[in-house]
């Protein structure tokens, strides 16, 4: 994953740049990050083409805190917030946030929904279930950078990002960034919070 500075000069490259992002938010999500994938991110630019982007000051201290804190630290603090066993600390899975419950009525439609789309969970490679937030985040990487343009365009990103994104984000990152252990995923969550917004912004134009 090449790592880009929001926001981009281009429409096609704005698209890439979309894509790549919610890709990096579903691997930072998902597990601890690898090394090759935080040595990444301290290099990458922080200043973006456009003086002034709203995502420019929120990826600046995502990098920054990248840069302070080592790889064993980052991976730890994942492991604190979202692992262990039993009842995690901070919670990544949407029914939660919408019903207060783990598998209730969001994730059965979310299903519904991947149904329609033709796309299924892998219980090989991902145990947890479609509304954790990595696995959605991959979602809307898809329905960008698809080459099926019958599912992967933006009137399937407005709905999918209407009903299953937008509505739990701002809970799923006041928990995050209330917590008090969280510093790398403190920084990740405003930036999280600010993306989610300009594409909410951009989604609106829509209508």
Known sequence: MTMNPPPSSSALDEETAR??????????????????????LRLAPTEAPAAGGFLEEPWRQLVGVARDMDDASIQREHDA???????????????????????????AQLRNDLAA?????????MPE?????AYLMEVMRFLIAGDDVAVSNLTQQAA????????????????????PRARFYAALSQFTRAFIGVEQQGFDLLT
């Open 19 to 40: 894509a790549e992002l919610y890709g990096l938010l579903a691997t930072l999500f998902y597990a601890p990050p690898e090394a090759a994938l935080l040595a990444q």
């Open 160 to 179: 999918f990002f209407a009903q299953h994104v937008q509505p739990w984000m701002d809970g799923l990152c006041d928990a995050i960034e209330g917590h």
């Open 81 to 107: 917030l979202f692992g262990g066993v039993g009842k995690p600390e901070v919670y990544v899975f949407a029914s939660h946030y919408l019903t207060g419950f783990l598998n209730e009525k969001p994730l």
């Open 117 to 125: 789309l033709g796309l299924a969970r892998d219980p090989a490679t």
């Open 129 to 133: 279930t479609e509304d954790h937030v």
